[in-house]
């Protein structure tokens, strides 16, 4: 039987919240936000999403077999939740706003393990790959929880800290945003002792209109260091000085020439980087330079946290590709796979890749939109046009409204490109185009999901 993550007595009393008893059930084993995920034991949050309300699902989680729900006093009587938690003989932690209710439980959670290196990383791009490879390589001398996939978001990291378990010595965290103040209330949930930013980037700026404002938002990841912490800050960022300015801790500036280990790379192309560390060959197989600062990242919070250089060696050389993020799929055409998202910094990174890689067959571009600018949506898919314009393809394929204003200046410039806003349209051109012995990029936000290419392209199924 799953062993207790907490007590109901012990949460509801650190959240100042109510609890209706009606069951002798003491805790719960796990932490369910969807009814259709609960497991027998577990604690069933109810959120209200941007279509549904949880508390209409509270019943449903009972039945599963959830121990108790979370559920906001205000909803008490609409749904009817006190007679239902009576009848079915469970309990109900009564909270004014579930969602807060739930970042404050894996707060209080997080606090059980004060012996616990927790790390917290962020930034416009970058954060999951840096991530992934921070989480190798700590793993390899001590045992580590990281997120599942990119659960980042305001809901999707206080799930993953319920992941932790006494048996862990530290824990990666990405923290995520896609509105204001919500890396600060996920840093309060995590409260780091390291926390990192990638970059800055125009990733999400339509909500927060300005470099400068995100600038803000992301330094956030720092609210909650004490002065024994330490914040990790790209030296080479045009935002570097800002993002240090009144942050507690301990402030320490990286890149790959402040290590005397670092000896110097030498890229591999489509299969890497191979990095001189420490006298030593490391076969770090992420493609681009880009991944290469994911790397040089990772190691920054590595050596923080005191991991030597065998497990350094051993975590860059055991990373794979996660998915869409600089895949290499190959088949009758050899697929770039980077449209897990976009933003112009991306985008440019992921063209420079591949104008730089030597190819003995042609280039083919496949440029989705870049979604989530706002009012600089417009500029900067013109800024695009005259990148892929400038760039080394032979044929670029654009797919999408606000890519547009790429075609625009492309039209201008006399570039042969070809636009379609439905994908069956666009999988029958890039068809026709095609040829054994190509390279395809397929770049573009989450949105265009060009993943939908890559059977056609390969002649396999790899979507996953």
């Known amino acids: ?176 945003m896609n509105r204001p103040n919500e890396i600060n209330e996920l840093a309060e949930v995590l409260k780091p002792n390291i926390a990192l930013v990638t970059n800055i980037g125009c990733a999400h700026i339509e909500f927060f209109g300005s470099k400068s404002k995100i600038v803000n938002e992301k330094k956030c990841i720092f609210n909650f260091l004490k002065d024994e912490d330490t914040a990790l800050i790209p030296r080479d960022d045009e935002y570097s000085k800002e993002l240090s300015l009144g942050v507690r801790g301990n402030v320490r500036f ?74 290499i799929l190959k088949g009758r055409t050899t697929i770039i796979r980077d449209c897990y998202n976009a933003n112009p910094e991306s985008m440019v990174k992921s063209i420079e890749f591949c104008d730089s890689l030597d190819w003995s067959g042609r280039k083919v571009y496949v440029i989705g939109d870049m979604l989530e600018l706002g009012d600089s949506s ?15 393809a032979e044929m670029i394929f654009l797919f999408g409204e606000e890519i547009t204003a790429a075609g625009l200046y492309m039209t201008i410039k006399s570039k042969t490109f070809y636009h379609a806003n439905d994908i069956d349209e666009l999988s029958a051109a890039v068809d026709r185009y095609v040829q054994e012995g190509d390279l395809v990029l397929l770049k573009g936000s989450r949105g265009c999901a060009l993943e939908r290419l890559t059977e056609m392209l390969t002649g396999v199924n790899n979507v996953s």
């Open 1 to 176: 039987m799953a062993t207790d993550l907490m007590e109901f007595d012990e949460l509801s009393l650190s959240l100042g919240a109510r609890l209706l008893r009606f069951s002798h059930d003491t805790g719960f084993s796990s932490v369910a936000i969807d009814s259709r995920a609960v497991k027998q034991g577990g604690l069933f949050i109810a959120l209200k999403g941007a279509s549904r309300d949880g508390h209409d699902f509270v019943t449903l989680a009972f039945e599963a077999g959830a121990n108790a729900a979370m559920v906001e006093s205000s909803k008490l009587e609409k749904f009817d939740l006190v007679n239902a938690a009576q009848k079915m003989k469970k309990q109900l932690i009564v909270v004014e706003n579930t969602l807060k209710g739930f970042q404050d439980s894996a707060r209080v959670y997080l606090e059980k393990f004060p012996k616990l290196l927790k790390i917290g990383i962020t930034g416009s791009s970058g954060k999951t790959t840096t991530k992934e490879i921070t989480s190798s390589i700590l793993s390899c001398e001590k045992n580590t929880v990281m997120n599942r996939g990119n659960l980042n978001s305001e809901t999707g990291l206080p799930l993953s800290v319920f992941e932790a378990r006494s048996c862990h010595e530290a824990c990666v965290f990405e923290l995520g």
């Open 378 to 392: 417009f500029s900067a898919h013109q800024k695009l046009g005259e990148i892929l314009t400038q760039s080394r």
């Open 254 to 327: 990286y890149c790959a020439d402040q290590f005397d280990e670092f000896e110097g790379t030498r890229s591999l192309g489509l299969d890497g980087t191979e990095i001189y560390w420490a006298g030593e060959r490391i076969h770090f197989t992420l493609p681009g330079y880009h991944n290469f600062e994911n790397a040089m990242a990772a190691i920054a919070i590595a050596k923080e946290a005191r991991a030597g250089n065998e497990a350094i060696k051993r975590g860059l050389e055991s990373v794979k590709p996660l998915f869409g993020r600089l895949e």
